[in-house]
């Protein structure tokens, strides 16, 4: 009977090893192939002294010829990003200045380019495709130590992170919730999939065991490949904080799909406000589109809406109200 127990104790522990090995192979690969293309930033700032330390994070090569994505925040002052510069340091060795192309504080995400080429650019993924329970790998810079990788998993996903941007504030949606270690100076990595692709950038360390990241997705491509082009985004704004939401069973019958968008905030005074939308209310169509998750509202809010009258149609309780809601434009 002993010897039985042996076995059975042994077989367990052999199948303990080999997921272990599984998992440690998973997060080598990883860190073996994202690694060369983040960066470490030091931040520079004018002072009357001259140039001034400002900070630090890190970053992501977006390009082999010197584009990099971080963190707004990383690079940008209480105001405005103007004049921060820097050093960015790559795990070969190489030491870059970079400049500031655009930044974009309502997503949390800016644009770099340092002065050098034959970077190695990170593959972007697509943080749609996440699922709860996910293996994930940050690789950053925390504190100041290069190229530092940590594994977890997407602990929740479609998260709200409010964003500030003078006197607007704006909550970034679909935010990946980690429970991969970040400290000060992740800020500005990469957040990466068992595939080696980023799917996010870490922006947040919410309180310990709870890391946030940006998503990469549909819109957020959009806004980075603005800020490479034009060093600016110009959106359309309703003033609404929403996330996803099953539809109750009248109305999947109604419209023919399982999901809407439930406003989480409208914020005082936007166009949401005016045109009478709720916490709590459903959306279900906007602009004419079905709207299913966050990001059909986002896809929306582009310049050519701006000032342009958008139906919603919404969903309150059990009524189904028809709305018309004017976007303005989001200024910081």
């Known amino acids: 009977m002993s010897t039985a127990t042996e076995r059975h104790n042994d077989e367990a522990e052999r199948r303990e090893a080999e997921a272990l090995d599984a998992y440690s192979r998973v997060v080598v690969d990883v860190a073996e192939r994202v690694a060369p293309s983040v960066a470490n930033l030091r931040v520079m700032r004018r002072g009357r002294g001259g140039q001034m330390p400002a900070g630090a994070g890190s970053a992501v090569a977006l390009t082999p010829d010197g584009f990099l994505l971080t963190s707004a925040h990383v690079v940008t002052g209480p105001t405005h990003s103007s004049g921060r510069t820097g050093k960015a340091t790559f795990v070969d060795g190489r030491e870059l200045s970079w400049r500031v192309v655009g930044t974009d504080r309502l997503t949390d995400l800016a644009v770099l ?98 890391g946030l990241a940006v998503p990469i997705n549909e819109a957020t491509r959009q806004i980075i490949g603005t800020l490479m082009r034009d060093g600016r985004v110009r959106r359309a704004w309703i003033g609404i904080a929403a996330g996803p939401r099953p539809l109750p069973p009248h109305a999947r019958a109604r419209v023919g799909r399982s999901g809407g968008v439930e406003i989480v905030e409208v914020s005082q005074g936007s166009p949401a406000q005016r045109a009478g939308l709720r916490a709590e209310d459903l959306i279900v169509e906007l602009g004419g589109q079905q709207i299913e998750r966050v990001d059909d509202v986002q896809r929306l809010m582009t310049q050519d809406a701006i000032g342009r009258p958008l139906p919603v149609r919404i969903l309150r309780g059990d009524r189904w109200l028809d709305l018309e809601v004017s976007p303005i434009e989001l200024v910081e």
């Open 113 to 210: 380019r340092a002065d050098g080429d034959g970077l190695i650019p990170a593959v972007l993924g697509e943080a749609e495709k996440l699922k709860v329970g996910q293996l994930v790998v940050a690789i950053g810079n925390p504190n100041g130590f290069a190229g530092s990788v940590t594994a977890g998993v997407v602990s929740a996903l479609g998260r709200s992170l409010p964003a500030r941007a003078g006197r607007t504030v704006r909550h970034i949606d679909n935010v990946i919730q980690t429970d991969a270690a970040l400290n000060p100076g992740n800020s500005g990595g990469a957040l990466v999939d068992s595939s080696a692709r980023v799917i996010g950038v870490n922006t947040a360390v919410a309180g310990v065991g709870l």
